[in-house]
């Protein structure tokens, strides 16, 4: 619940969907957290403001990626594990919202869902649902993807979670 709390206060401190969850979570899997805000910087209003798929959605799927270490692109079973974890992913996020769409779910709380980035003002927070969508894709990443990855790689997670305690004491 703390990475999820985080995520949520990401979205509260300036970040996109994307960025939040992105962010909450990179540790776990070594990413630098500058480098991983920069990779997740292009997604957050559905797409770099097309309004498109949300962030929430799509850093849930960045993040099985990590988890799944992509897949060995000479074994096809490999590539339809990810598949399908991403398709379970989306089809409990769209179970939920009953779309993944950024427009339709800005539509659905009655906002009007701009092509241009917003100033990320008081007023913009107190309308914007977006952090209940952070947070759901934050109980999915929880439930369908650190589970697996606690799991099956409880070791190397321990060692990259001590890994990087450590490099914050030194600093």
Known sequence: MDRINNAIKNFYNGYNCCQSLVLAYCD???????????????????????????????????????AKRGYDRNCIESKKDLYSLIKLLNGKFEERFKTTNCKE??????????????????EYYNIRP??????????????YILS????????????????NKVKDKQK
């Not at 957050?44 to 099985?64: H, Q, S, W």
């Open 28 to 66: 776990m899997f070594n990413l630098d957290s500058e480098k991983a805000a920069y990779i997740a910087s292009g997604f957050g209003a559905g797409m770099g403001g097309l309004r498109e798929k949300c962030g929430a959605v799509t850093a849930m799927f960045m993040l099985a990626g990590l």
């Open 105 to 122: 779910l800005l539509k659905k709380a009655n906002v009007f869902a701009s092509s241009t980035p917003s100033a990320r003002t008081k």
């Open 130 to 143: 977006c952090a209940c969508f952070v947070e759901y894709a934050g109980e999915l990443v929880e439930k």
């Open 148 to 163: 697996d990855v606690l799991t099956e790689n409880s070791g190397k997670i321990k060692n990259v979670i001590l890994k």
